[in-house]
């Protein structure tokens, strides 16, 4: 006794893998065009905010001019215990721009994410925090081994 129905002509099993791989192959060019144009855009925006290079001295009472994200190098910290989840960031900010953007573990878990910054960086961090949502700012209190010394940000990813 047979449960399977023979079919009466055989399946084209070739032209139907052929079909899928076109179909994969039109889907995948499309992503690539996407991410390439949001590139393009993400690239274009960040030469239009580039600022200008100061020459000489700046004016008393006048604030130095905030530095180009490609100018800026960023380690992120993992403090939330989410597999990943500083790789995720990092990548996104090197999209958004920015020079380095390195991924990390912090040493212990945060509750909260938090900008830290060297000093003379507090603005790049100020944008840093508005780029990721994040609202606390404060300064880099600790040295960072001397292999992350080339960071002027840190940006540690808390649970909330």
């Given amino acids: 006794m047979e449960h399977v129905q023979p079919f009466n002509r055989p399946f ?4 139907a893998a052929l079909a899928a791989a076109v179909v994969a192959l039109a889907e995948l060019t499309a992503l690539l065009a996407l ?11 960040a030469v239009k905010t580039r600022p200008v290079a100061a020459t000489g ?5 006048q604030a130095t001019p905030l530095r ?18 500083a790789g995720t960031k990092a990548t996104r ?15 212990q878990a945060y509750a909260s994410s938090l900008v830290l910054f060297r000093p003379g960086w507090q603005r790049e961090a100020q944008r840093l925090a508005h780029d990721t949502g994040i609202g606390a700012v404060a300064p ?14 840190v940006l540690i990813l808390g649970a909330n």
Avoid: M
């Fill in 12 to 15: 084209p099993w070739r032209a």
């Fill in 35 to 45: 991410a390439g144009a949001h590139l393009f855009r993400v690239h274009h925006a």
């Fill in 57 to 61: 001295p700046v004016p008393k009472g």
């Fill in 68 to 85: 180009a994200r490609s100018r800026v190098s960023v380690l992120v910290l993992n403090g939330n215990g989410i597999s990943g989840a």
């Fill in 93 to 107: 900010l090197l999209a958004a721009g920015y020079r380095h953007a390195t991924a990390g573990d912090a040493s």
């Fill in 140 to 153: 880099l209190d600790v040295r960072l081994p001397r292999a992350e010394a080339r960071y002027q940000l």
